[in-house]
């Protein structure tokens, strides 16, 4: 590739070609660089090397027939895991996470010390974060 810098966990790419594909579970985002005249490829969770980078070319956290109906308009099916196994709970999920994040966000200042309710707080967030990373949501905002 041509022009290629590493910039920590971003890849400023000017006048290189890179293969990427259009995915419900990206693993980068990418943003155009004005200074450079580039595009900035930054990784949300590890790629590792020979792996594709999957961009997030529409909303992902919403359920699976807004996906296919945003898709549409790039004549592109979608086959990513996400798609391809998507279940009533997984676009439940991607509706709600959220939502699920902000309520354990506002719960954490209620709770302290060793208490049932603290417990069940930090089960439910890590049920959470376990449901998130499954469905390739972890690196959502
Ligand atoms: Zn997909």
Same mark, same amino acid.
């Given at each position: 590739m041509l022009g290629v810098?590493?910039? !920590?966990? !971003? &890849?400023?790419?000017?006048?290189?070609? @890179?293969? $990427?594909?259009?995915?419900?579970m990206p693993n980068a985002v990418f943003d155009f660089d004005p200074d450079s005249f580039s595009? @900035? $490829?930054t990784a949300t969770r590890k790629i590792k090397s020979g792996d594709q980078i999957f961009l997030g070319y &529409?909303? %992902?956290?919403? *359920?699976?027939?807004?996906?296919? +109906?945003?898709? *549409?308009? $790039?004549?592109f099916i979608c086959q990513c895991p996400a798609c391809a196994n998507a279940t009533t709970e997984s676009d439940k999920l991607r509706r709600t996470f +959220?939502? #699920? @994040?902000? #309520?354990?966000?506002?719960?954490?200042? %209620?709770?302290? !010390?060793? %208490?049932?309710? %603290?417990?069940?707080?930090m089960n439910r967030t890590l049920r959470l974060k376990a449901a998130m990373e499954k469905e390739g949501l972890e690196s959502e905002p």
């Amino acid at each position: 590739m041509l022009g290629v810098q590493n910039f !920590g966990n !971003g &890849i400023l790419a000017s006048l290189a070609w @890179l293969s $990427y594909q259009p995915h419900c579970m990206p693993n980068a985002v990418f943003d155009f660089d004005p200074d450079s005249f580039s595009v @900035l $490829y930054t990784a949300t969770r590890k790629i590792k090397s020979g792996d594709q980078i999957f961009l997030g070319y &529409i909303p %992902t956290a919403v *359920a699976l027939a807004q996906r296919r +109906q945003a898709m *549409a308009r $790039y004549k592109f099916i979608c086959q990513c895991p996400a798609c391809a196994n998507a279940t009533t709970e997984s676009d439940k999920l991607r509706r709600t996470f +959220q939502l #699920d @994040l902000n #309520d354990i966000a506002r719960s954490v200042s %209620t709770v302290s !010390g060793r %208490t049932p309710e %603290t417990r069940d707080l930090m089960n439910r967030t890590l049920r959470l974060k376990a449901a998130m990373e499954k469905e390739g949501l972890e690196s959502e905002p």
